[in-house]
């Protein structure tokens, strides 16, 4: 039998995060430093070091250098220049217009320790082994029922309920949050029984990370750096349910049949079985309840999406949530997460079942034209780059109001900055103060005007005469070519909150030259 203690009337947290893994562990962090009372729950009682993701794309790469956790989470792993999909057909990641320009492969535990050590540093409370059993909403608040996964396991115990302002679901594609505000999650199967495995080889591939694939599957090799390696394969036409086991022989079978070889495989410390999905909510909000990373939206594994698009979930959502909770924003910011993020899901879903789509052909005659298309991609570089910068994260860019600079909404590069002291150096060390950051021009005059409420204001070193307004998530807000002789707009012109909702898109080879020269 399950009893449930009544809440009290004031909030236990303004905002209470369901699910620690990537996206709720930022998220939390990212509420903690800008000094809202966030409490982080999680089912799993210990910290799991056995996990699906391990790659780190350069605009997740951004973000982390947005919050001083690049530099220590680059030095767990390897960053590579490019990933192979299927025989000449390649991504080339290593020209990408940033300071990480490559695809870090690293386990996710790695990922979740700095993110957690931070969220915990900067006063989250996170609360382990506990699940959401209930969850109620009304005008001023959240209600959710937690209990003790132990307790929920033997089948007693006493449920209690929190309140905070706001919830957040981030736990994932069987999201308790989702299923308790009713929320849909249409989609379908894509991949059946995809097998995972840590394993040791004593002949590692020289390629990294390896891949193959062609009509009877694909597998791909990438190596973890202690000894371990991540093996993921599948081969067409197996139906075994997610609980079958898993076994040496059939994942060397696998190998063997794609590359020609089985590297050794000798021992396995941990295998499973999963599902792939394509699948999203229709709204990433209801009310005061908000989903975020697979909770909202699951994909195939292909390109290596899920983890960084639900990382950049909780960029987008962490700074407007702390912006209305202290009163420097009105409720119509929120809508701006769904505005901004649900397009950008959809096109995850695109991108990765289109790569997986095209490795796993089953037609000669469509393999021979994928084959011909990859020979003349060498000669299509722009092509390759486009692909580069969507697989990355590099071309998003959210909604702008009309009439707009056509910087605003555009990811900000890292612009070297004037030093002032023990300053920043360049905008991505700017934006670790968690608030917006203004980029003046230089020789601006005496007449320059207060910054916006919070705002940090920084000195551009080169001769381009645009000022930023960028937000804390490194989109600008708002830009504004200058004189030499000027007037910065009012605080709040062209802000977030303002934004007439549209679809997000990726940047135009114009819009790409405008980011360069900014």
């Known amino acids: 039998a399950h009893t449930v203690t009544p809440s009290s009337t004031a909030p236990s947290a303004d905002v209470l995060v369901v699910g620690a893994g990537p996206t709720g562990l930022l998220l939390a962090g990212d509420l903690a430093a800008s000094g809202v009372r966030v409490t982080l729950l999680e089912r799993r009682s210990t910290e799991s070091n056995l996990t699906r993701a391990f790659a780190v794309h350069a605009r997740t790469l951004e973000a982390f250098d947005a919050r001083g956790l690049a530099e220590p989470l680059i030095a767990t792993g390897h960053l590579v220049d490019g990933v192979r999909l299927s025989g000449r057909t390649a991504i080339d990641l290593g020209r990408l217009e940033t300071r990480f320009p490559g695809v870090l492969m690293t386990p996710q535990y790695h990922v979740e320790r700095l993110l957690e050590e931070r969220a915990e540093a900067a006063g989250a409370t996170i609360r382990r082994g506990v699940c959401c059993t209930g969850l109620r909403q009304d005008a001023d608040g959240v209600e959710l029922d937690v209990e003790d996964v132990e307790d929920v396991e033997e089948g007693h115990g006493t449920a209690r309920t929190l309140r905070a302002r706001y919830a957040v679901g981030t736990d994932g594609v069987h999201s308790t949050v989702r299923e308790a505000i009713g929320m849909p999650f249409p989609g379908r199967a894509v991949l059946d029984s995809v097998m995972l495995a840590d394993v040791r080889l004593t002949d590692p591939p020289r390629e990294v990370p390896a891949f193959r694939g062609g009509a009877e599957g694909f597998s791909f090799v990438v190596p973890f750096g202690d000894g371990w390696f991540r093996l993921i394969a599948w081969r067409r036409g197996t139906r075994l349910p997610t609980d079958a086991p898993v076994d040496l022989d059939e994942l060397t079978d696998v190998t063997r049949a794609l590359f020609g070889t089985d590297f050794g495989l000798h021992e396995a410390r941990w295998t499973s079985r999963f599902h792939s999905d394509e699948r999203q909510v229709p709204r990433y909000r209801d009310g005061r309840v908000f989903l975020a990373g697979d909770a909202a939206h699951v994909h195939s594994p292909a390109g290596g999406l899920g983890m960084n698009a639900g990382i950049q ?158 937000r804390p998530d490194g989109y600008v807000e708002s830009a504004r070519e200058l004189p030499a002789s000027w007037t910065l707009p009012k605080a709040g012109a062209g802000t977030a909150e303002t934004a007439a909702p549209a679809e997000a898109a990726t940047e135009t080879e114009d819009e790409r030259s405008a980011t360069a020269a900014a």
């Open 313 to 470: 979930d909780a960029a987008n959502l962490g700074w407007k949530l702390a912006a209305v909770l202290h009163g420097r924003a009105g409720d119509a910011l929120l809508d701006s997460y769904h505005a901004e993020r649900h397009p950008v899901g959809e096109q995850v879903l695109r991108v990765s079942g289109a790569i997986v789509r095209t490795v796993l052909l089953d037609s000669p005659v469509a393999r021979g034209v994928r084959d011909a298309a990859a020979r003349v991609l060498p000669f299509a570089p722009a092509v390759g780059h486009r692909l580069a910068r969507t697989v990355s994260g590099l071309a998003v860019a959210y909604p702008a109001p009309p009439g707009s600079h056509p910087l605003t909404g555009r990811r900000a590069p890292d612009l070297p900055l004037v030093e002032a002291g023990d300053g920043p150096t360049r905008l991505y060390e700017a934006l670790r103060a968690g608030t917006h950051v203004r980029v003046l021009p230089r020789d601006t005059g005496p007449d320059v005007p207060p910054a916006p409420p919070g705002a940090l204001t920084v000195t551009r070193t080169d001769a381009a005469r645009t000022a930023l307004l960028v």
